[in-house]
């Protein structure tokens, strides 16, 4: 079975790539770069973590148009990256309208010309910051159509291997896979030192935190999350 | 109600933004610019009819990326455009996988964004030369899936007002609401004059006949289709 991978390079996708390389006779990565703030750094990252897990057949696809539309910080410069709030239950503002939804149609286009059976794709429920297009009912309501919008012939399954971890376990589970975590990048904010402040440094040090284990990156500062 | 109509410059789109401004109090026109064979001549439709119906806001996205993935006549150069053959059953090589995902997934973000409330859509489901994500079921599915891919107070609707027209219907509702007709495009192969020959020149050709009605645009051979 030939699967892709949407790797953008940072902890979650890695994982999901290693269990892909894993599970599948095959792989192709898929980088959706919608030009935000860190891009160059994460495409350094695909590209590494691309290397270190031998996948060969890549893909990286320009979707400028997530900024053009914008709405959210991660894409509009005008709006601002909120600080880090890990107790806040509202959506926020690093989110991009209907994401994954983008994501997820890009990648069945390419897995129905390359024969693809399976998108693996590194989201996380529980973690995520309450964005509507991370949780598995919208996985497989995106992969119910995928299924009714493609040829009858084409079969592509959403697998969603880390959905249910937090990101303790994330970085437990890639210890043990022996995911490139090195090679990752987490970041929203810095390209060059991790800022250890925007919601995604501070997810990323508190699984670490709770793992036990130190990350491997380097950081502006380390504050301690709970 | 506010509403986002995808309009390609073609008939079924020009007839379904037609609709859409009659059935909303504002209404915001997105062209997605796969930088096929006919693009430019498209986007002067897409523009010529927007101007007709006083549309103002307007988007134009480019998502290239469909012609990088390939597997279609239409964005790749490689593979020839399938002369018409309207009684033939199979997916024509100008079928682009999963276009409709992509387009309905690039209208959610912006719909989101702009606080737009219904996505219309003018694909044909008995004339679509078997395009699978051109079916009601399809766009059911892929409400769905933006239902609960998007903010829980977010509500966007695909509407679908052509979907069970004939291209002939198409003609006929198309003179009866004064849709702009003289301004669409539709031709695969061409820019100046329509080639008469493709699947899409066919198409309209055929609906043209069957309304009674001439055809205001020009075209290189004008065959007589059954």
């Given at each position: 079975?030939?699967?892709?991978?949407?790797?953008?390079?940072?902890?979650?996708?890695?994982?999901?790539?290693?269990?892909?390389?894993?599970?599948?006779?095959?792989?192709?990565?898929?980088?959706?770069?919608?030009?935000?703030?860190?891009?160059?750094?994460?495409?350094?990252?695909?590209?590494?973590?691309?290397?270190?897990?031998?996948?060969?057949?890549?893909?990286?696809?320009?979707?400028?148009?997530?900024?053009?539309?914008?709405?959210?910080?991660?894409?509009?410069?005008?709006?601002?990256?909120?600080?880090?709030?890990?107790?806040?239950?509202?959506?926020?503002?690093?989110?991009?309208?209907?994401?994954?939804?983008?994501?997820?149609?890009?990648?069945?286009?390419?897995?129905?010309?390359?024969?693809?059976?399976?998108?693996?794709?590194?989201?996380?429920?529980?973690?995520?910051?309450?964005?509507?297009?991370?949780?598995?009912?919208?996985?497989?309501?995106?992969?119910?159509?995928?299924?009714?919008?493609?040829?009858?012939?084409?079969?592509?399954?959403?697998?969603?291997?880390?959905i249910h971890f937090r990101?303790?376990?994330?970085?437990?589970?890639?210890?043990?896979?022996?995911?490139?975590?090195?090679?990752?990048?987490?970041?929203?904010?810095?390209?060059?030192?991790?800022?250890?402040?925007?919601?995604?440094?501070?997810?990323?040090?508190?699984?670490?935190?709770?793992?036990?284990?130190?990350?491997?990156?380097?950081?502006?500062?380390?504050?301690?999350?709970?």
């Open positions: 079975m030939k699967s892709i991978v949407l790797l953008s390079g940072g902890m979650d996708s890695t994982l999901t790539a290693t269990i892909a390389c894993r599970e599948s006779e095959a792989v192709a990565a898929l980088h959706l770069n919608y030009r935000h703030r860190t891009e160059g750094r994460e495409l350094r990252a695909f590209q590494e973590v691309s290397d270190a897990l031998g996948i060969r057949e890549r893909l990286e696809v320009d979707i400028e148009f997530l900024r053009e539309i914008g709405g959210s910080s991660l894409t509009d410069d005008t709006i601002e990256v909120t600080k880090a709030n890990l107790t806040a239950t509202n959506i926020p503002s690093s989110y991009v309208p209907f994401r994954n939804g983008n994501f997820l149609a890009i990648a069945a286009s390419w897995a129905e010309v390359i024969g693809a059976e399976a998108i693996y794709i590194g989201a996380v429920e529980e973690d995520s910051s309450g964005y509507p297009d991370c949780r598995q009912s919208f996985f497989d309501a995106f992969e119910r159509a995928i299924g009714i919008g493609t040829k009858p012939d084409t079969s592509i399954r959403i697998v969603t291997p880390v990101k303790s376990e994330i970085v437990r589970e890639s210890i043990k896979l022996g995911a490139p975590i090195q090679a990752t990048w987490s970041c929203y904010q810095s390209e060059d030192i991790a800022c250890g402040l925007c919601d995604s440094c501070a997810l990323r040090l508190r699984g670490f935190a709770e793992a036990g284990i130190e990350d491997p990156i380097p950081y502006t500062v380390r504050p301690v999350y709970q």
